[in-house]
């Protein structure tokens, strides 16, 4: 059976067109289901765990990199098959994983191809696109083995797990696509922020890494799927093939 | 007009590939490394390392980085200055603005004017005849000769 959790922002008329082809060729695959919207303040743990129970078999999420991230950070511990139907602007993540914009999105969860996904662990909790810690005056120690400081004092932290890091430098612009199997971590140091007021950054320092402390005398902000929070010292991990997911053929890793 | 090419550039024959998606780690260059520091694919180095650096594959120090410890490498090609000993499996580029302060170990080394080394250098692959073997061979024919002397003389 499946169960599709669709993101508040599709009930902009503008998705509907959109949504309505979704769920015609479904319908056509013969594997439309449940639908359920999403709201702020639901818990997706509990959702997915409560549908499981009532025999769902797959979790959709139809939505953006937001709803990706903001689902899978709280049910990836569930133990279902989960798909993705990307609608919208920001999909970043559809593109790692192989799945096309749109109505071609249903071609993909139809064809079934399942895999096993690695995804980042701090402080209790899971993490599927992306951390960012905005500059601070933080160091961090890597595998226990080493430990990276900068020069000019304040860094900026990138942890990549699904989505792309993207950075522009002497007018070019750069991404790099993480691959499954470790988390790659971006540091910019800031080389000038006072003189125009604007901080100035550095090319990235980038480290692939297994586990990693990050650390800091003063609380420093720590932004993981959409959820802000303020730590002093924060420990990321890879968790090795935690969710079991639909992936594209075109996937980049 | 023109002004006259004065300074020959020193282009590495190896091209470390400036494409992120290619450079598994890299050190920035206001970003300092304490401690041992190990990767399984490419590093490029433009910050400092105060620790031993070890990779399987090419490792390149920028003019500018600093690497304070022993460095073991597939590949390796030194722009910035090494204090230690450096061990690579294949081929060492040393370019012109290359300082290394230690012991080096490779199989093909490549250095260009003006880079500086101060260490012992061991290559592999030295098939060389020892002169030793010759030299006794040389005297027992002689000693030979000189025991057949004897006897005709002595038959004489």
Redesign the interface.
């Known amino acids: 059976m499946y169960v599709y959790l669709y993101d508040n922002f599709l009930k902009q008329k503008r998705h509907e067109s959109v949504l309505k082809a979704m769920e015609t060729k479904l319908t056509d695959y013969g594997i439309a289901g449940k639908i359920i919207r999403l709201q702020h303040y639901t818990s997706a743990e509990l959702l997915v765990e409560d549908e499981i129970r009532k025999g769902a078999k797959t979790i959709v999420i139809v939505g953006d990199d937001t709803t990706f991230g903001h689902v899978l950070s709280r049910a990836a511990s569930c133990k279902v098959t989960y798909g993705f139907l990307p609608v919208g602007q920001d999909n970043a993540i559809a593109q790692v994983l192989g799945i096309p914009l749109g109505v071609e999105a249903c071609d993909v969860l139809a064809r079934r191809r399942k895999l096993r996904l690695d995804v980042g662990w701090v402080n209790n909790r899971y993490f599927i696109s992306q951390l960012h810690i905005p500059p601070s005056n933080i160091s961090i120690e890597y595998d226990e083995s080493f430990k990276v400081s900068s020069t000019t004092g304040k860094m900026e932290l990138v942890v990549c797990n699904l989505k792309p890091f993207i950075w522009t430098g002497k007018g070019k612009q750069y991404v790099v696509h993480p691959q499954d199997g470790k988390l790659e971590a971006f540091l910019r140091p800031v080389v000038k922020s006072k003189i125009l007021r604007k901080d100035l950054f550095e090319a990235p320092s980038i480290f692939p890494f297994a586990e990693m402390v990050v650390s800091s005398r003063t609380p420093f902000p720590v932004e993981t799927d959409g959820k802000v929070s303020k730590e002093v010292k924060i420990t990321i991990k890879l968790a090795k093939s935690r969710i079991e997911m639909v992936v594209g053929k075109d996937r980049k890793f | 007009m023109f002004k006259p090419n004065t300074e020959e550039s020193y282009t590495p024959s190896y091209n470390h590939s400036t494409q992120?998606?290619e450079?598994?780690?890299?050190?920035?260059?206001?970003?300092?490394?304490?401690?041992?520091?190990?990767?399984e694919?490419n590093i490029l180095v433009k910050?400092t390392v105060s620790?031993n650096v070890q990779t399987g594959k090419l490792l390149t120090v920028e003019r500018g980085a600093k690497i304070l410890a022993n460095v073991k490498a597939g590949n390796a090609i030194i722009s910035g200055s090494v204090r230690g000993n450096v061990r690579v499996e294949e081929r060492l580029e040393l370019t012109e603005s290359a300082q290394v302060d230690g012991d080096v170990v490779c199989k093909i080394l490549v250095v260009a004017a003006g880079a500086l080394l101060q260490g012992k250098v061991s290559m592999k692959g030295i098939e060389i005849q020892e002169l030793h073997p010759d030299r006794k061979k040389l005297s027992s024919r002689n000693k030979f000769k000189l025991a057949s002397d004897v006897e005709s003389e002595e038959n004489q």
Do not use: K, Q
């Not at chain 2, 450079?23 to 990767?39: L, N, R, Y």
């Open positions: 992120p998606d450079v598994e780690t890299v050190v920035g260059p206001s970003v300092v490394v304490e401690g041992d520091f190990a990767s694919g910050g620790g």
